[in-house]
């Protein structure tokens, strides 16, 4: 009778011990759960061709630029038909970033788009830095920086002294870097 209450026990707590390390409420399960869902757009893109500094940026931005070794983007498209799966995603997104891992660095509204920026990572060493965004317009989307000691400082620089190619976006040449499903 007292080896059954065991095994019983300490099956209950390996369950227990399971379920806590399965955090489906994690940026990491969102991104992988997404990008095999049809409505999404997912990609690792290529440092270089999203963030060109101008020609002006200090030698800091470019070195924080350098220290950014990956990034994943998952994007929601919002159409007249999935209003209700763009609210629906964007509570999801807000919902993770209710986590205390994640600390804010910033936030910006532009032209009907609403962006937070938060990190992982120590004040001054940071691992991960994480763009969450969305419009009524567009939709919502996530995007995840990863790289080595990063610095907030001058991670807020490089965010002012980037350039996007925006005849790539207006052609549609973005999408391609995607695997839309």
Same mark, same amino acid.
């Given at each position: 009778?007292?080896?059954?209450?065991? $095994? $019983?026990?300490?099956? =209950?707590?390996?369950?227990?011990?399971?379920?806590?390390?399965?955090?489906?409420?994690?940026?990491?399960?969102?991104?992988?759960?997404?990008?095999?869902?049809?409505?999404?757009?997912?990609?690792?893109?290529?440092?270089?061709?999203?963030?060109?500094?101008?020609?002006?940026?200090?030698?800091?931005?470019?070195?924080?630029?350098?220290?950014?070794?990956?990034?994943? @983007?998952?994007? *929601?498209?919002?159409?007249?038909?999935? @209003?209700?799966?763009?609210?629906?995603?964007?509570?999801?997104?807000?919902? $993770? *970033?209710?986590?205390?891992?994640?600390?804010?660095?910033?936030? *910006?509204?532009?032209?009907?788009?609403?962006?937070?920026?938060?990190?992982?990572?120590?004040?001054?060493?940071?691992?991960?830095?994480?763009?969450?965004?969305?419009?009524?317009? @567009?939709?919502?989307? @996530?995007?995840?920086?990863?790289?080595?000691?990063?610095?907030?400082?001058? $991670?807020?620089?490089?965010?002012?002294?980037?350039?996007?190619?925006?005849?790539?976006?207006?052609?549609?040449? =973005?999408?391609?870097? =995607?695997?839309?499903?």
């Amino acid at each position: 009778m007292k080896k059954s209450t065991h $095994i $019983i026990s300490l099956a =209950f707590l390996l369950l227990l011990i399971v379920s806590a390390c399965d955090d489906k409420n994690s940026l990491q399960a969102y991104i992988v759960n997404s990008s095999e869902k049809q409505d999404f757009m997912y990609g690792d893109l290529p440092v270089g061709l999203m963030l060109t500094p101008k020609e002006d940026a200090s030698e800091d931005v470019k070195e924080t630029i350098k220290s950014i070794k990956k990034m994943n @983007v998952v994007f *929601f498209k919002k159409t007249k038909e999935n @209003v209700a799966a763009y609210e629906i995603e964007k509570s999801k997104l807000k919902n $993770i *970033f209710t986590n205390k891992t994640y600390k804010t660095l910033g936030v *910006f509204k532009t032209k009907g788009m609403s962006m937070k920026l938060y990190y992982t990572g120590q004040t001054d060493q940071i691992n991960e830095v994480i763009a969450f965004g969305y419009s009524k317009e @567009v939709g919502v989307g @996530v995007a995840r920086l990863l790289g080595e000691d990063m610095n907030p400082a001058r $991670i807020m620089e490089m965010m002012n002294s980037i350039q996007l190619d925006t005849d790539m976006l207006q052609q549609g040449q =973005f999408k391609a870097i =995607f695997n839309n499903k």
